[in-house]
């Protein structure tokens, strides 16, 4: 059951600079910018728990970073530990990795809210 009526974006735009700053973050970090869009795609589906995206051993190379960063930020903070953070500065700028860490959170947090909503989870971004 919905506890507010509405789209996200229609409860979004209850709030004008909430909806703007939204679809700022949506449109030049979340879908665009300097990481792959399909690599951020695979992180929110990971954070949606889509179970395709469970097995890291399924993975190689970039995408199963991105997979363990997500899953460090999301739920286990202690798995970022030196040799992850070596792994992704082999693979990923310092630029790239502020990118998809943002990416990452913002998708999180934003996931969490809609389902307190009540809206159903997003494998994507809404």
């Not at 953070?85 to 969490?112: D, K, M, N, T, Y």
């Amino acid at each position: 059951m919905a506890h507010l009526r509405g789209t996200a974006d229609e409860i979004r735009a209850r709030v004008p600079p909430v909806l703007d700053a939204w679809q700022y973050m949506r449109d030049n970090v979340l879908r665009e910018g300097l990481v792959e869009p399909e690599l951020k795609r695979l992180a929110f589906r990971y954070l949606a728990e889509d179970p395709e995206t469970a097995d890291f051993e399924r993975f190689e190379g970039r995408e199963r970073l991105v997979l363990e960063w997500a899953h460090a930020i999301a739920w286990d903070s202690d798995c970022a530990d030196d040799a992850l953070w070596e792994r992704l500065h082999a693979s990923f700028s310092e630029p790239e990795l502020v990118e998809l860490g943002c990416a990452i959170g913002f998708a999180l947090g934003q996931q969490h809210w809609e389902r307190t909503l009540g809206l159903p989870p997003h494998a994507g971004i809404s």
